[in-house]
């Protein structure tokens, strides 16, 4: 009898265990991002944790879709012969700074600031994992006024980061700025 209590309360401890860790993979995996780019931007390291072929696509989207938006709202870019061609350029300028910037060699590349990163992985501590699914994870968050998620999809006993949700108030500041920078 006691052989089978001992046998239950291990398995129980192990599913326990399994369970914690399945749970918390996705913030592992943001905390072992951070730390690679707090030790250099190791690119083997970023590779194993970021799904870049599909992080590049997702955010080349994200943004192509906020140009169009933008665009819909001017009146003069929808009375504007040059429109279309603009936006085709538009769209080979997001495909070419998206490619150059989401890639693993990047932070080996730029110099990041050590305290940035250590920032960074400080604010994992309060951020949530919410599960869409016992395959993909979404975590959030809270940067300065808003919150970045980060979606994560699980490959084998790991997760991978595939998407990062700009907020769209951080996009359309961000492209405010660029835009008074030029004239």
């Known amino acids: 009898m006691k052989k089978v209590i001992g046998t239950i309360l291990v398995i129980i401890?192990?599913?326990?265990t399994?369970?914690?860790?399945?749970?918390?993979?996705?913030?592992?995996t943001l905390?072992?991002?951070?730390?690679?780019?707090?030790?250099g931007g190791d690119p083997q390291v970023l590779q194993e944790n970021i799904d870049f072929n599909k992080l590049r696509n997702n955010i080349?989207?994200?943004i192509r879709a906020q140009v169009a938006i933008e665009a819909a709202k001017d009146q003069?870019?929808?009375?504007?012969?040059?429109?279309?061609?603009?936006?085709?350029?538009?769209?080979?300028?997001?495909?070419?700074?998206?490619?150059?910037?989401?890639?693993?060699?990047?932070?080996?590349?730029k110099k990041i600031n050590r305290d940035r990163a250590r920032e960074l992985e400080e604010k994992l501590s309060d951020a949530t994992i919410e599960k869409i699914s016992p395959e993909s994870a979404i975590v959030s968050v809270k940067l300065d006024n808003d919150a970045i998620?980060?979606?994560?999809?699980?490959?084998?006993?790991?997760y991978k980061i595939t998407n990062i949700v700009i907020p769209k108030n951080s996009m359309k500041e961000l492209g405010d700025q660029r835009i008074k920078a030029l004239k």
């Open 76 to 109: 003069a870019m929808k009375n504007n012969p040059f429109a279309l061609m603009g936006a085709a350029l538009a769209d080979k300028m997001i495909d070419s700074l998206i490619d150059a910037y989401v890639n693993p060699y990047i932070f080996k590349t």
């Open 31 to 39: 905390k072992n991002i951070a730390q690679a780019i707090e030790d």
């Open 60 to 62: 080349k989207e994200q």
């Open 149 to 158: 998620k980060i979606v994560m999809e699980r490959e084998g006993l790991r």
């Open 13 to 16: 401890m192990l599913a326990a």
């Open 18 to 28: 399994f369970a914690a860790y399945a749970y918390q993979a996705p913030l592992l």
